[in-house]
Structures are given as structure tokens and as C-alpha cells.
């Protein structure tokens, strides 16, 4: 099992993305999901989070990106709008995950990052 994320790429500033990120293979529940980035020489940060009928945004994309998921297929979305020079990160998708419905409790997963470059 592993997250799938794709979406990354260059854009100009103004410009729209939208990043997807996906449960690869079966699990039996996958709780809170969440994007967060890392620029250059930065620490990584939140940047927006999911749960059950609760989202979570950093302050610097609040009005400007929107999570979302699909349950029945395990994918998370993060739609950006109005992207500046200072979004220009690395993002990871993030999610805790159950295996079975026997586990203990849930794993916490990374994806590989994918780089949205904004160009300026």
C-alpha cells in the first residue's frame, strides 16, 4: 500500500493545479488525509487536512486552495487557484491508514511528493 500523487508540474503565477492523491491497493479505512510542502530550505508545513466533516487549512491558502476527497476511492484532492512564486514547493500527500479491521490502530503514509513549480 502506497500514495499515489500526481498533479505536480509548472505553472504561471495567477495559474490554477490540481493535485490528486491516491490509496494504492485495499485497506479497511483511511481516516484523516492531508497535503503539506516543503519549499526550498524550508521546513515541511501543513498545508490542508481532511476528516470526517472537518477540513483544515494553513492560514496562507486559506480562500485560495480547496481539499476534497472521494471516499469510495480512497483519493484526495487539493485544487489551487491563484498561485504565487511563494507556493512553489514539494507537496506530500499524508494519510493515516488501517489495514484490516483487526489492527491495532493506524499507520501514518507519505507519498513521494510532487513539485508545483511557479514560475516567476
Known amino acids: 500500500v502506497q500514495l499515489e500523487e500526481s498533479g505536480g508540474g509548472p505553472v504561471l503565477p495567477g495559474g490554477s493545479r490540481r493535485l490528486t492523491c491516491s490509496v494504492s491497493?485495499?485497506?479497511?479505512?483511511?481516516?484523516?488525509m492531508a497535503w503539506y510542502r516543503q519549499a526550498p530550505g524550508k521546513e515541511r508545513e501543513l498545508v490542508a487536512s481532511?476528516?470526517?466533516?472537518?477540513?483544515n487549512y494553513a492560514d496562507a491558502v486559506k480562500g485560495q486552495f480547496n481539499i476534497t476527497r472521494d471516499n469510495s476511492k480512497n483519493t484526495v484532492y487539493l485544487q489551487m487557484s491563484r498561485l504565487k512564486p511563494e507556493d512553489m514547493a514539494i507537496y506530500y500527500c499524508?494519510?493515516?491508514?488501517?489495514?484490516?479491521?483487526?489492527?491495532?490502530?493506524?499507520?501514518?503514509?507519505w507519498g513521494q511528493g510532487t513539485l508545483v513549480d511557479v514560475l516567476s
Open positions: 491497493g485495499n485497506v479497511f479505512s483511511v481516516r484523516r
Open positions: 499524508f494519510a493515516e491508514i488501517k489495514y484490516y479491521k483487526v489492527s491495532y490502530g493506524y499507520v501514518y503514509l
Open positions: 481532511i476528516s470526517t466533516g472537518n477540513t
